[in-house]
């Protein structure tokens, strides 16, 4: 079983909604990241947060929105999406960054209808 | 951005076979990992190799890495039913991105009884 928790594993949202993906791990990782993923692709970088600060932003629109509250938590707020954006949204942790051989553990996902 | 791009794209395979997948990157790396994900699911992590390492075995698995040709292999052997899913190689990309995992296109994998 995994040790990050996502919610919700499902949304459906309106164009004009504002809503939230929350994120949790209790492994005192201090990396956490998020992915996009569209069927039958890989997974996609957004976002890294490396010891609660904003490390990288894979140019993402400003319709998404991270935060890390603390050490904890990642949240994704979401806002005026398209259609386009519906896609399995996974979070992730490590202790530190992947390039220090560390293993990256995924939640299962939040699945994230636009209509 | 992509760093990996897996070999075949789709597998099928009987129970009891061997089933390998190829991976080739294009960036130096310093480790690389492969995943598993059931479809729909997340990722679950199977398998670490660093770059100054060859070879590496866990259980019915067995990666190879070739720091020379930017390439590794996952060989699962025995193959079985539940090991159905697709299967991802990821490198810790050089430069900006060097703290994330970059994910090639992933082999599907599909084991009849």
């Known amino acids: 079983d995994t040790e990050v928790t996502q919610t919700p594993k499902h949304l459906v949202m309106g164009m004009t909604n504002k809503k939230s993906l929350k994120c949790e791990q209790h492994?005192?990782?201090?990396?956490m990241y998020w992915y996009k993923q569209k069927a039958k692709k890989p997974p996609e970088l957004m976002f890294v947060y490396s010891y609660e600060k904003l490390s990288i932003n894979e140019s993402v629109p400003s319709r998404f929105s991270p935060e890390c509250p603390n050490s904890s938590l990642l949240n994704l707020h979401l806002h005026a999406l398209q259609p386009e954006d519906s896609a399995l949204y996974l979070c992730a942790s490590s202790t530190t960054g992947a390039s220090s051989g560390n293993t990256i553990y995924f939640g299962e996902g939040s699945w994230l209808t636009v209509v | 951005s992509q760093q990996g791009e897996e070999d075949p794209q789709a597998l099928s395979i009987q129970e009891g076979e061997n089933a390998t997948m190829n991976c080739s990157y294009k960036?130096?790396?310093?480790?690389l990992q492969w995943y598993r994900q059931n479809s729909g699911r997340g990722l679950v992590h199977l398998i670490l190799i660093r770059s100054n390492e060859r070879e590496k075995h866990s259980g019915r698995l067995r990666v190879t890495l070739d720091t020379s040709k930017k390439s590794s292999s996952l060989l699962i052997t025995a193959s079985r039913a539940a090991d159905t899913a697709s299967y991802f190689c990821a490198t810790d990309a050089g430069g900006q991105a060097g703290t994330a995992l970059i994910f090639g296109k992933g082999t599907t994998l599909s084991v009849s009884s």
């Open positions: 960036t130096s790396i310093n480790n």
């Open positions: 492994m005192g990782h201090r990396a």
